[in-house]
């Protein structure tokens, strides 16, 4: 079974300046694909960004990118120059590969971008 | 482009009844996965929904029911409600063979039991 963990309830940050949330997983597969998710208040589930295990370049979208460490199990987003409307929940999920299988979530990361 | 629509957004049920959730699919997307987010926790999901029948299921019980119609829309129904089923629902789409695409998900239903 695969598991996803973030070790980060909450976190805070000033305006402009940079964050990194914190993810592990746990599979034995080697075919997955790894994403962050962030949740506004409105709770709409959107994607920052995502990445596919075989990739070994870490992904990037404008501001958000992430440290993909495959052999330590671990998958981090840094956000750099922080906005406002970046507070929001993050949740890091995990999806095998080959399918339209279900995503598995971690717990939560709440994130305040303080200005 | 709608996007994925989900209704109601709020319902307050009492314990023991039955819900019926319902999810439109973005356009062009064939499959419809339903998750539950209780209160501070990450989705958990429920169950999966591909050319009309169910192909994944997860640790729910048979409680938790599920309908695709052909145009690919969705229902979720709860039966017998317990106060712990009080979450908010998701419901995400995709296109299964597509193998790299995304989940888009709606904004969810809140689900309140009395």
């Known amino acids: 079974a695969q598991t996803v963990t973030q070790s980060q309830p909450e976190m805070s940050v000033q305006e402009a300046e940079t964050v990194t949330l914190s993810c592990t997983y746990d599979?034995?597969?080697?075919?997955?694909?790894l994403f962050w998710y962030k949740q506004p208040p409105s709770r709409q589930m959107i994607l920052v960004i995502r990445?596919?295990?075989?990739?070994?370049q870490n992904a990037t979208e404008n501001r958000f990118s992430v440290n993909f460490q495959k052999a330590a199990k671990s998958f981090s987003l840094k956000i750099s120059d922080s906005q406002l409307g970046d507070t929001a929940m993050y949740f890091c999920?995990?999806?095998?590969?080959?399918?339209?299988?279900?995503?598995?979530f971690g717990k939560g990361t709440k994130l305040s971008v303080k200005p | 482009d709608a996007g994925v629509t989900q209704s109601p957004t709020h319902l307050i049920k009492t314990r023991g009844q039955q819900v019926t959730l319902r999810c439109s699919p973005k356009?062009?997307?064939?499959?419809v996965s339903w998750y539950q987010q209780a209160l501070g926790q990450g989705p958990q999901f429920i169950f999966q929904?591909?050319?009309?029948?169910?192909?994944q299921r997860g640790n729910f019980p048979d409680r938790f029911s599920g309908h695709q119609f052909p145009n690919y829309s969705s229902e979720l129904n709860v039966n017998a409600l317990l106060l712990g089923d009080s979450a908010l629902y998701l419901c995400?789409?995709?296109?299964?063979?597509?193998?790299?695409?995304?989940?888009?998900f709606g904004q969810g239903t809140r689900l309140t039991v009395v």
């Open positions: 995400a789409s995709s296109f299964r063979r597509g193998m790299n695409t995304e989940a888009f």
């Open positions: 599979t034995s597969e080697s075919n997955y694909y």
């Open positions: 990445q596919e295990a075989y990739k070994q």
């Open positions: 999920a995990f999806r095998l590969g080959g399918s339209q299988g279900n995503l598995i």
């Open positions: 356009s062009g997307h064939d499959t």
């Open positions: 929904y591909y050319e009309e029948e169910e192909r």
